[in-house]
């Protein structure tokens, strides 16, 4: 298992070898790590996760714009933290559940698959490992957002209260 240390400066060839891996990294850390994108200042599963979101989606550029429904080799288990494994067909249904919460989820929704799912905006229309991603990064964030209200850690830079996020209607206005 690599060290921190080692993530980082895996982290930091990524970027160096490809500008939009350098982009997904500066979204990544402006969503879910407080704006700070140098790779050593975060904790291994920080870090862990982005490597595996960047993995996922690089295999997920094989099927591009045809996402639907072909084999690909994928292994076929997902987990959530909301209960055990789910199959592609209940990630595509927890996608929907999710878009039907809130406009800011259906946003973040159609933004991930305008970015990384070839515009493809239809959950039963991605295999498995790109729901996945969706799903864990959208649960992160939720359990990030947690932790900022309980603990103050993360919480908003300017005295209004309000934290930009690119998903924030507001920030459209």
Do not use: N
């Not at 980082?8 to 990294?25: G, H, I, L």
């Not at 603990?151 to 930009?164: E, P, Q």
């Amino acid at each position: 298992e690599l060290t921190t240390q080692q993530l980082a400066e895996r982290v930091k060839q990524m970027q160096r070898q490809s500008e939009q891996t350098k982009q997904q990294w500066w979204w990544y850390c402006d969503t879910f790590g407080g704006g700070v994108r140098d790779p050593a200042r975060h904790p291994e599963p920080f870090l862990q996760q982005f490597l595996a979101m960047s993995e996922a989606q690089q295999a997920a550029a094989g099927y591009g714009k045809a996402a639907a429904g072909s084999s690909s080799g994928f292994t076929s288990h997902a987990f959530s933290m909301y209960g055990g494994e789910l199959t592609t067909q209940q990630l595509a249904e927890r996608v929907k559940q999710m878009q039907r919460q809130s406009e800011q989820m259906k946003q973040q929704w159609w933004w991930y698959c305008d970015t990384f799912g070839g515009g493809v905006r239809d959950p039963a229309r991605h295999q498995e490992p790109f729901l996945q991603q969706f799903v864990t990064m959208c649960e992160a964030q939720q359990a990030q957002q947690a932790l900022a209200s309980s603990s103050g850690y993360g919480k908003a830079l300017d005295a209004s209260g309000y934290r930009y996020s690119p998903y924030d209607p507001i920030a459209y206005a």
